[in-house]
């Protein structure tokens, strides 16, 4: 048998004789709590814009309403990419669609979408949109780093069988979040947690360019095309079916929002270039 990482441990805390919580749930809340906070204090620095000098930093209430306004449509965006992921299944016993005791969420879907509807509530409540896409660029991509790594505590995101040396395989009854846990196979949500953190170091080296350094969001496309290129490239070590030569159905919607995310970065870099200003003609004309 070939050398791999085996990995025997308890993946649930007990808390009554017939309650448990999965310890990858505690971990996640704990990654989500942390990206909050940065992003609060990235925000608390931001300066807002108005009249004031110096300027305030950006109101950390409206980072709170935005995200529990994006919540419902993590959900909807989550639960929408797993069923059309399994749309075989889901054709047959659609009951199950909104049963959420069977099946899961994805992320490829689940986090635009949660961003469009915090953004749509931030534009109602007069938030700073612009100033707080910029803010949570670094946070988001931290949250999308560290969260994939915590799939390791669960076995949640295993790739394909594999033979290196670094594969993993889980021992125990578990319960473990991908089916043959003990199969040898690619730690493919350990691969995504590298490449987000790399794509993370890329956002921090780009952050002193001056279309980034605006403040303007763009940031924000910037960290999504970045983490759209991570889930491309990690996907062809995925256990789902391919649906359009090697791509998986996850791939397909991470290209896609590779294209939303160059669009609306062009888009904020013609935004903040404006039209020009006509200079004066005439010998007598002050400079501008």
């Given at each position: 048998?070939?050398?791999?990482?085996?990995?025997?441990?308890?993946?649930?805390?007990?808390?009554?004789?017939?309650?448990?919580?999965?310890?990858?749930?505690?971990?996640?809340?704990?990654?989500?709590?942390?990206?909050?906070?940065?992003?609060?204090?990235?925000?608390?620095?931001?300066?807002?814009?108005?009249?004031?000098?110096?300027?305030?930093?950006?109101?950390?209430?409206?980072?709170?309403?935005?995200?529990?306004?994006?919540?419902?449509?993590?959900?909807?965006?989550?639960?929408?990419?797993?069923?059309?992921?399994?749309?075989?299944?889901?054709?047959?016993?659609?009951?199950?669609?909104?049963?959420?005791?069977?099946?899961?969420?994805?992320?490829?879907?689940?986090?635009?979408?949660?961003?469009?509807?915090?953004?749509?509530?931030?534009?109602?409540?007069?938030?700073?949109?612009?100033?707080?896409?910029?803010?949570?660029?670094?946070?988001?991509?931290?949250?999308?780093?560290?969260?994939?790594?915590?799939?390791?505590?669960?076995?949640?995101?295993?790739?394909?069988?594999?033979?290196?040396?670094?594969?993993?395989?889980?021992?125990?009854?578990?319960?473990?979040?991908?089916?043959?846990?003990?199969?040898?196979?690619?730690?493919?949500?350990?691969?995504?947690?590298?490449?987000?953190?790399?794509?993370?170091?890329?956002?921090?080296?780009?952050?002193?360019?001056?279309?980034?350094?605006?403040?303007?969001?763009?940031?924000?496309?910037?960290?999504?095309?970045?983490?759209?290129?991570?889930?491309?490239?990690?996907?062809?070590?995925?256990?789902?079916p391919e649906v359009l030569g090697p791509l998986r159905l996850e791939q397909l919607f991470a290209l896609g929002l590779l294209v939303v995310a160059a669009i609306g970065f062009i888009e904020r870099s013609r935004a903040a270039i404006g039209p020009a200003i006509p200079r004066?003609?005439?010998?007598?004309?002050?400079?501008?």
């Open positions: 048998m070939p050398a791999v990482i085996t990995l025997s441990f308890e993946p649930v805390i007990r808390l009554y004789e017939t309650v448990s919580i999965r310890v990858e749930t505690v971990a996640l809340a704990v990654v989500l709590f942390f990206g909050l906070v940065l992003a609060m204090r990235i925000g608390s620095i931001t300066p807002s814009p108005g009249p004031y000098v110096p300027p305030p930093g950006l109101n950390p209430g409206d980072l709170v309403l935005m995200a529990i306004a994006a919540i419902p449509a993590v959900v909807v965006g989550g639960r929408l990419g797993y069923v059309l992921d399994h749309f075989d299944f889901y054709r047959t016993n659609p009951e199950a669609i909104l049963d959420p005791t069977q099946g899961g969420l994805t992320l490829t879907l689940a986090v635009p979408l949660g961003l469009l509807s915090g953004g749509l509530i931030g534009r109602l409540i007069g938030a700073p949109v612009g100033r707080w896409m910029h803010a949570v660029a670094l946070p988001l991509l931290f949250v999308l780093g560290v969260g994939k790594l915590v799939g390791v505590l669960g076995a949640t995101g295993q790739g394909l069988p594999s033979d290196l040396p670094w594969a993993t395989a889980y021992e125990g009854p578990g319960p473990w979040g991908s089916l043959a846990s003990g199969l040898p196979s690619h730690p493919a949500q350990a691969y995504e947690a590298l490449a987000v953190v790399a794509a993370l170091i890329v956002l921090v080296m780009a952050s002193r360019l001056e279309p980034i350094a605006r403040r303007d969001g763009a940031a924000l496309f910037v960290a999504l095309g970045l983490w759209a290129l991570a889930r491309i490239a990690v996907g062809f070590v995925w256990r789902e004066p003609r005439g010998l007598d004309a002050e400079p501008i």
